[in-house]
């Protein structure tokens, strides 16, 4: 149906940047959401960053003035940009979105398989 694929991440030092950048491919009818999300070890998954197809934007407060996401909506892809890191900031981003595949009715929520971001101090 839909898939997800992630790239970007890595290892950077604090204060560095680094770019996720995330496609939806698939049989696909349109898209609601996407964004990013991440999960740091012992955590729970966190909201970074949404953007509707209308170009509205959420994102968690700990990385407002840090993080920019954008979004192509014919190219069905999301990117994050992140400046400014913190070792805080290390997790596993995953990719999300909300579509509603071809022939079905509703929206359902896709995952990517997550990417690693480590940030050193």
């Known amino acids: 149906q839909v898939q997800l694929v992630e790239s970007g991440g890595g290892l950077v030092q604090a204060g560095g940047s680094l770019r996720l950048s995330c496609a939806a491919s698939?049989?696909?009818?349109?898209?609601?959401?996407m964004g990013w999300y991440r999960q740091a070890p012992g955590k729970q998954r966190e909201l970074v960053a949404i953007?509707?197809?209308?170009?509205?934007?959420n994102s968690a407060e700990s990385v407002k003035g840090r993080f920019t996401i954008s979004r192509d909506n014919a190219k069905k892809t999301v990117d994050l940009q992140m400046n400014s890191l913190k070792p805080e900031d290390t997790a596993v981003y995953y990719c999300?979105?909300?579509?509603?595949?071809?022939?079905?009715?509703?929206?359902?929520?896709?995952w990517g398989q997550g990417t690693q971001v480590t940030v050193s101090s």
């Open positions: 953007v509707n197809s209308e170009g509205t934007t």
């Open positions: 698939g049989s696909i009818f349109s898209i609601n959401v």
């Open positions: 999300y979105c909300s579509a509603k595949p071809m022939h079905w009715d509703n929206h359902y929520a896709y």
